[in-house]
């Protein structure tokens, strides 16, 4: 089946940093790459969606200059969160998808700031 | 807009008990629907899915009928067992976009 990895699993980084998060897809190509953040007992609110080649599509209140997505190829597309602060940590997951296919989720990135 | 309303957990039950977790939606025009699961620890599992009206989904015993009139897709099970345990997202898709509910958490005793 298709998989889809995330790397680190759990970072913690101070806060004024900035921490990268890789999003893979293992056995697919992936044309279609989205970033959803998820909040403790909370559901999933998606950030942004990025084409391989293209700028990333930010969802409304995202700011877009704080999360930087780029999907440079059709197995990889990273999350830089700049400038870290508190308020940033959460649980972060990428998604990716092949043409039509359907949506396949990675594990999940626990980001902590202190 | 779109959105996705599901029951508020926790749930609890005893093993082999019938589960219910209501979900409703509000879309324009004919979204696909999802439920997806979630272990501790872990990501998102897709559970089932129905692309139409009257579709059924069902997975691992899991089931969930597209129900246009009711803008409903109730997931069901007969008997849950103790890793059936885990967080259950409804889910709705329309163009691209997976729109998600809350989530509801599931514990099942033995």
């Known amino acids: 089946g298709a998989v889809v990895s995330q790397h680190p699993s759990w970072v913690i980084c101070k806060s004024g940093t900035s921490v990268k998060i890789e999003c893979r897809s293992l056995?697919?190509?992936?044309?279609?790459m989205f970033w959803y953040r998820q909040f403790p007992k909370q559901s999933l609110m998606l950030m942004a969606t990025?084409?391989?080649?293209?700028?990333?599509?930010?969802e409304q209140g995202v700011e877009k200059d704080k999360f930087l997505i780029n999907h440079a190829s059709l197995t990889l597309s990273t999350l830089t969160v700049t400038s870290a602060h508190p308020e940033d940590s959460s649980f972060y997951i990428c998604?990716?998808?092949?043409?039509?296919?359907?949506?396949?989720f990675g594990p999940g990135t626990r980001l902590t700031v202190t | 807009g779109n959105s996705v309303t599901q029951m508020e957990g926790p749930v609890t039950l005893s093993e082999e008990a019938f589960l219910t977790i209501n979900c409703t939606y509000t879309?324009?025009?004919?979204?696909?629907l999802f439920w997806y699961v979630q272990y501790p620890g872990e990501g998102l599992q897709l559970l089932l899915k129905?692309?139409?009206?009257?579709d059924k989904g069902s997975n691992k015993g899991f089931e969930a009928t597209y129900r246009k009139e009711t803008t409903s897709f109730h997931l069901e099970k007969g008997s849950v067992q103790v890793s059936d345990s885990a967080v259950y997202f409804c889910?709705?898709?329309?163009?691209?976009?997976?729109?998600f509910g809350k989530g509801t958490r599931l514990h099942i005793l033995p």
């Open positions: 998604s990716a998808k092949e043409g039509s296919y359907e949506q396949y």
């Open positions: 056995d697919f190509q992936a044309t279609t």
């Open positions: 990025s084409n391989e080649g293209s700028k990333a599509t930010y």
């Open positions: 879309a324009t025009g004919y979204p696909s």
């Open positions: 129905a692309t139409k009206a009257d």
């Open positions: 889910a709705l898709r329309q163009d691209d976009k997976i729109i």
